[in-house]
């Protein structure tokens, strides 16, 4: 594939694929690597790591291991973010999402779930319990100013448009 993002005249556009370091924490080695389930997916389901059956009841929150850990390049992040089938169907979902994961962060990622649901939850091991989304990050340098750019919406709030 090519290296950047373009059109290749036929149609499609190629993505840049980079090469990431991941380490199977010692004991997971049944554990899936993270993986997309379709050819133009944007997150890889990422799968629990829990050593045996875990039940979270309605209303309650859970740290669930992945058993994995990776080596982000310097300018990225991945972000740790809920699957809608498990919202809609269980109403289960990830605490603080999406979760990022920093590019000097080199330990076992972990999902915070919650059920919001209203039957217990069981988690069980090797269940694709969220997705990872790798991204480009930036950095911000401020420039402080006594007034901004107007715009339409101007100072317009929640509902407002």
Same mark, same amino acid.
């Given at each position: 594939? !090519?290296?950047?993002? @373009? !059109?290749?005249? !036929?149609?499609?556009?190629?993505? +840049?694929?980079?090469? #990431? ?7 997971? +080695? ?15 389901? #990422? ?9 979270? *009841? ?13 080596? *982000?390049? +310097? ?5 740790? @973010?809920? @699957?809608?089938?498990?919202?809609? !169907?269980?109403?289960?979902?990830? *605490? ?12 076992? #990622?972990? *999902? ?6 209203? +039957?217990?939850? %069981? %988690?069980?091991?090797?269940? @694709?319990?969220?997705?990872? %989304? ?28």
């Amino acid at each position: 594939m !090519h290296p950047c993002p @373009r !059109h290749c005249g !036929h149609g499609f556009f190629f993505m +840049e694929i980079i090469q #990431i370091y991941i380490q199977k924490v010692p004991g997971n +080695e049944d554990i899936p690597l993270p993986a997309y389930m379709t050819g133009q997916a944007a997150g890889m389901d #990422i799968c629990a790591a829990v050593r045996c059956d875990e039940i979270i *009841l309605p209303g309650q929150r859970s740290k669930i291991p992945t058993g994995i850990a990776i080596a *982000l390049p +310097e300018g990225y992040e991945a972000q740790i @973010r809920p @699957r809608s089938g498990l919202a809609v !169907h269980q109403g289960v979902t990830l *605490l603080n999402a999406p979760g990022p994961i920093d590019a000097d962060y080199r330990g076992e #990622i972990a *999902l915070i779930v919650i059920n919001h649901g209203a +039957e217990p939850f %069981v %988690v069980h091991r090797g269940m @694709r319990l969220a997705q990872m %989304v790798i991204q480009r990050i930036c950095r911000v340098q401020w420039i402080e100013s006594a007034e901004l750019d107007s715009t339409p919406r101007g100072r317009g709030g929640f509902g407002h448009t």
